[in-house]
């Protein structure tokens, strides 16, 4: 088998993996759908000014109420980069989705310990090198597609999605899910049992989602968190993703389109050139 032929058949092989599991692509677009429901709409009601000039200690003049409602209307649309907290928080998910998709795929490597597919990958006439990037791409377009839909499923709730730059937006997502599926493909060739890779990943990824501005701007975070969040690869992608998708621009003061790419560019390389050298080295015995 040529590498090309080994390439493309572990792409095909996740993609229909994926697509005959039919339960797994309607919570595809389930699961996220909820979180923008009940949080994006939830607490979209607790940034909205409406209430506030019926809020008590504050006079019932309409001009009073009119700046009151304006100024605290600005600050939020400030605070969230240009756009109400539904499209903020709804461009996050869009990011997150695709991260959880992508860190969790790892789970599969160890299924296919179980069941001996992976034995015979090690012994296949391709290189390995070869065969691990296959499979990690093939998830990676897996969880990019997963974010399209989130993103075509987003219109149902908010009018300010820019379509025409969802392909760049895809192609940030595509990027931050090469990376994270190639950390996920780590971690799971260490590990035996499916207990142990997930209790690792929940550890991992709950942390990453919130110090990243899905839920809320970097800005906000107190400073420890900050700094987390400035090494956090997944808060460029929120960046990026939410600047093209909405025209927002919530990060910090240093963050634009192109330091996110080269970010999420040199995280990626990082990631797959681990992921490779950490598949070679495993046995048959692993």
Not at 56 to 81: H, R, T, W
Not at 140 to 168: C, D, E, K, R, Y
Not at 216 to 235: S, V
């Amino acid at each position: 088998m040529s590498s090309s032929d080994a390439f493309a058949s572990m792409i095909y092989r996740q993609l229909k993996r994926w697509w005959n599991n039919r339960s797994r692509v309607v919570m595809t677009v389930l699961n996220p759908l909820l979180w923008m429901v009940f949080l994006g709409l939830g607490w979209g009601g607790i940034f909205s000014p409406q209430s506030i000039p019926t809020a008590p200690g504050i006079p019932n003049m309409p001009s009073v109420a009119d700046v009151i409602v304006k100024a605290i209307e600005n600050y939020f649309k400030q605070l969230f980069g240009g756009v109400d907290y539904v499209t903020f928080m709804i461009t996050g998910i869009v990011v997150m989705s695709a991260f959880m998709a992508s860190f969790i795929s790892g789970i599969s490597v160890i299924w296919d310990k179980q069941f001996g597919f992976l034995k015979e990958t090690l012994v296949a006439s391709a290189p390995r090198s070869v065969v691990i990037l296959g499979r990690i791409v093939g998830d990676g377009i897996v969880a990019a597609i997963q974010s399209l839909l989130i993103v075509l499923v987003s219109l149902l709730l908010t009018n300010n999605i820019n379509l025409v730059n969802t392909p760049i937006a895809i192609l940030y997502v595509f990027i931050m899910t090469l990376g994270f599926t190639a950390l996920g493909t780590t971690i799971s060739l260490k590990f035996s049992s499916m207990e142990g890779f997930q209790m690792v990943v929940n550890l991992i990824t709950m942390p990453l989602i919130f110090m990243s501005g899905v839920f809320y701007p970097p800005t906000t975070m107190p400073e420890w968190m900050k700094w987390i969040a400035k090494f956090n690869p997944l808060t460029y992608s929120v960046h990026a993703v939410r600047y093209w998708l909405a025209g927002a621009n919530a990060g910090f003061e240093y963050m634009n389109p192109l330091t996110d790419l080269a970010i999420l560019i040199a995280f990626t390389s990082l990631m797959l050139v681990t992921a490779v050298k950490t598949f070679e080295k495993t046995t048959v015995e692993d």
